[in-house]
């Protein structure tokens, strides 16, 4: 039988679950009207963000317990660990080194004793070089015809980063260039994409590390099958074509140019890899000076978790408020609501990368954790979640902490629209945290001529408790600089939290015993004469998919 972790059994865990017990009787909107300063008190600035986190269930007793928990755990020495390549993904003896892509300190990084820093400037090289080309109108097709549509296939972080990423900074769009993603192995995506172009215009991105991801490599040969249906032969693949791969054997021999091939690293998990050559449709999206700015943003958020102290820094306080909900206060999920148009994917990119990260049941010493090791994410841009979701934030008996996020300008702007967006979202937090009181919706119900006895009833259908926990981030406006910052705000959260549970928060198992699985079935499925041999279930759902669908 593997043993439990003791983390829960610890001084600071316990203090913590008293003060979680005291709070509970105590309400948000009594802690405004005593201490005017409060919203002060707690927020801070750095690297373009504002964090307001005053409208949460804590006062300077929880954060200190929380600090003190964080300081228990060594976070500090985790994370100097990972920044100088340490093995921190012990479960698969690889350094975790992102943060070395978005490297501009000039200081050397290591892995294994060399320094990886060449590489990357060469690779980022190579990459500036191909946008520019690409901008310049220099890549032609094997018909001598102008590169203007450009195909990214991945999937994962593969797929959503540089995909959420380029929608996100949409008002930074290179005119003429249009980048198409494709990752669900459900062939009316690709085939909807590739119908509407041609191939003589289209580059094809392939990006999959061991290129053998069975989704990313099975939509490559069909863009390939396309791409010969079209009239293209074997040899025009190297100029329509191009591998974001560490299998350069593999890439050249489905036909891909060496010198199209960008390089991959082992320290590089797929839900960091935007910050990588698996960055270049973003590059190709907004030109690469503003993806390098995206990259500046990332290593200044970078700076700031590395000196700022615990009471003073973004990610280790947003980390510490998601472990106070989730452990003392029973929070099932997190929810994330950004109130800007172009943000509306980032709360899909932040799921991958929160519960891919640490969803998981073993720690580090290889002890089974006794407690929750991470929310559900999800969540929807504002205002569209106000007519649907937000009633079950507002008065369900789940606890739900919010994300808001804001930016105070945007392009275009429409000072109308934009003072509705902002009044919702403020609106929203406010009434999270404040509620309404069952005297106020009684009292709002006297001019309607209604006997105390429906009053009574209805006020109680109107009663909204509040002290509902949300986190208002705002900044000037959303540019690569400042998005790049915001990304790598919440991957340092998530470090955080992981060494706070004592999880690794950079394999996934999970994933790797699906993929597994996957080919096993569609072995199966393919074969129709092989045995089937799994579980009844499995065995009957393969038999009706063979049944619908005869070999031909």
């Given at each position: 039988m593997i043993p439990e972790t003791t983390l829960d059994q610890t001084a600071a865990w316990k203090t913590l679950a008293n003060h979680a017990d005291d709070i509970r009787h105590q309400h948000m909107r009594d802690w405004f009207a005593q201490d005017p300063d409060r919203a002060g008190k707690f927020t801070l600035d750095a690297c373009g963000i504002t964090l307001d986190f005053s409208k949460n269930l804590i006062n300077d007793e929880v954060m200190t317990a929380l600090f003190d928990l964080a300081k228990q755990e060594s976070v500090e020495a985790k994370r100097d660990a990972m920044f100088d390549g340490a093995i921190v993904n012990h479960t698969e003896q690889r350094a975790v080194l992102h943060t070395a892509l978005r490297n501009f300190s000039g200081a050397p990084v290591k892995v294994d004793g060399k320094d990886v820093m060449p590489d990357i400037r060469q690779?980022?090289?190579?990459?500036?070089?191909?946008?520019?080309?690409?901008?310049n109108k220099e890549l032609k097709g094997y018909t001598g015809k102008i590169i203007t549509q450009?195909?990214?296939?991945?999937?994962?972080?593969?797929?959503?980063?540089?995909?959420?990423?380029?929608e996100a900074l949409k008002p930074c769009w290179i005119k003429d260039v249009d980048v198409h993603f494709v990752a669900n192995v459900d062939g009316c995506h690709l085939h909807d994409v590739l119908s509407e172009l041609d191939h003589e215009e289209t580059l094809i991105i392939m990006s999959s590390k061991s290129f053998s991801t069975q989704e990313t490599l099975r939509?490559?040969?069909?863009a390939?099958?396309?791409?010969?249906?079209?009239?293209?032969?074997?040899k025009d693949i190297a100029k329509h074509f191009i591998a974001i791969?560490?299998?350069?054997?593999?890439?050249?021999?489905?036909?891909?140019?060496?010198?199209?091939?960008?390089?991959?690293?082992?320290?590089?998990?797929?839900?960091?890899?935007?910050?990588?050559?698996?960055?270049?449709?973003?590059?190709?999206?907004?030109?690469?000076d503003n993806y390098e700015a995206m990259l500046k943003g990332a290593y200044e958020m970078d700076c700031h978790f590395k000196t700022a102290?615990?009471?003073?820094?973004?990610?280790?306080?947003?980390?510490?408020?998601?472990?106070?909900?989730?452990?003392?206060?029973?929070?099932?999920?997190?929810?994330?609501?950004?109130?800007?148009?172009?943000?509306?994917?980032?709360?899909?990119?932040?799921?991958?990368?929160?519960?891919?990260?640490?969803?998981?049941?073993?720690?580090?010493?290889?002890?089974v954790v006794g407690y929750a090791t991470g929310p559900v994410i999800w969540g929807s841009e504002g205002t569209n979640g106000q007519h649907s979701f937000h009633q079950l934030i507002h008065q369900g008996n789940v606890l739900i902490p919010a994300d808001f996020m804001l930016p105070l300008n945007v392009p275009n702007q429409h000072a109308e629209h934009h003072a509705m967006l902002a009044s919702n979202c403020f609106g929203q937090t406010q009434a999270l945290m404040q509620g309404k009181t069952f005297q106020a919706c009684f009292d709002d119900l006297a001019s309607q001529g209604l006997d105390d006895k429906t009053r009574t009833a209805l006020a109680t259908h109107k009663t909204m408790p509040g002290n509902k926990p949300s986190?208002?981030?705002?900044?000037?406006?959303?540019?690569?600089?400042?998005?790049?910052?915001?990304v790598a705000l919440y991957e340092h959260k998530v470090f955080v939290q992981g060494a706070i549970w004592g999880v690794n928060s950079f394999d996934q198992w999970g994933v790797e015993l699906g993929k597994v699985l996957g080919n096993q079935v569609l072995d199966k499925i393919e074969n129709t004469e092989a045995t089937l041999d799994f579980d009844s279930s499995t065995n009957q759902l393969i038999s009706r998919f063979r049944a619908a669908n005869p070999t031909k």
């Open positions: 690779t980022q090289a190579k990459m500036r070089q191909f946008s520019e080309a690409f901008h450009v195909v990214a296939i991945g999937i994962g972080g593969s797929f959503l980063g540089p995909k959420i990423m380029s939509n490559t040969l069909t390939k099958e396309w791409f010969f249906t079209q009239g293209g032969e074997q791969s560490s299998n350069v054997k593999a890439a050249t021999e489905f036909g891909i140019d060496e010198k199209n091939i960008f390089p991959m690293w082992d320290w590089v998990g797929g839900r960091y890899s935007l910050w990588s050559a698996i960055g270049l449709p973003i590059a190709l999206r907004i030109g690469f102290p615990l009471n003073q820094n973004l990610p280790v306080i947003m980390a510490l408020l998601g472990i106070w909900y989730v452990n003392f206060h029973h929070a099932q999920s997190h929810v994330l609501l950004p109130y800007y148009h172009y943000l509306r994917g980032f709360p899909a990119y932040v799921q991958q990368l929160d519960m891919e990260s640490n969803g998981k049941r073993v720690a580090g010493d290889d002890t986190n208002t981030l705002l900044f000037e406006q959303l540019d690569p600089q400042t998005l790049g910052a915001l």
